[in-house]
């Protein structure tokens, strides 16, 4: 596991070069887009819409330069339509994602919230990956550390982690290694590069 929560060594099928920078990189680093059958640029979170796949990175600048100067039509050759606030909708659906891979995980006995719960699994070295909630109380979230080799997700809200744990409101949460763990860290990744930040004191770990 690297840095940030980065798989080092996943081979998840050939790299592709993302039409903004211009880099190569794994496909789970990028975003596939596809011309939808009105000519329209449409995000393809999943990577199963038919059609031919346009890859940008998982960056929301790279998105806004691809959708401003003309680079899906350019990598289509063809003229496309590209929807106002684009990276935003990549944002809410890897939002919507990345929580619906919690919920399966926390339907699988994989997954905890609540801070006493989160602190058990981490003491007892069951825990691989730390979740904090962005809008959470600052004092509270320094409580606990993200597990040795583990990963830390700290770019989602309390609503959304609530959402993936069956609650309103979550600002803790756990993950034990195993099962979809993996692809949460991955999909999250891909949403921390895409989210405005809303932590302004730039709370990172992991």
Not at 115 to 144: C, H, N, P, Y
């Amino acid at each position: 596991m690297g840095r940030g929560g980065a798989p080092k060594d996943r081979s998840d099928g050939p790299d592709r070069k993302c039409i903004a920078s211009g880099e190569v990189h794994p496909k789970y680093g990028l975003i596939r887009f596809v011309v939808g059958p009105e000519g329209q640029i449409v995000p393809d979170i999943l990577g199963k819409l038919p059609g031919r796949g346009i890859y940008v990175s998982a960056d929301r600048q790279a998105i806004d330069k691809a959708a401003a100067k003309g680079l899906f039509a350019r990598s289509a050759k063809a003229p496309v339509k590209v929807p106002d606030g684009l990276a935003d909708e990549v944002e809410r659906q890897l939002a919507r994602r990345v929580v619906d891979l919690i919920s399966l995980q926390r339907k699988a006995g994989k997954a905890v919230a609540g801070f006493e719960k989160v602190k058990s699994w981490l003491q007892m070295e069951e825990a691989e990956v730390l979740i904090q909630a962005v809008d959470g109380s600052g004092r509270g979230k320094t409580k606990l550390s993200t597990p040795h080799y583990g990963s830390y997700i700290g770019w989602l809200t309390a609503d959304e982690l609530g959402l993936a744990f069956g609650r309103q409101t979550v600002i803790h949460g756990a993950l034990a290694s195993g099962g979809l763990t993996q692809r949460v860290v991955e999909e999250a990744q891909r949403l921390k590069g895409v989210r405005v930040k809303e932590d302004g004191n730039g709370h990172s770990k992991g």
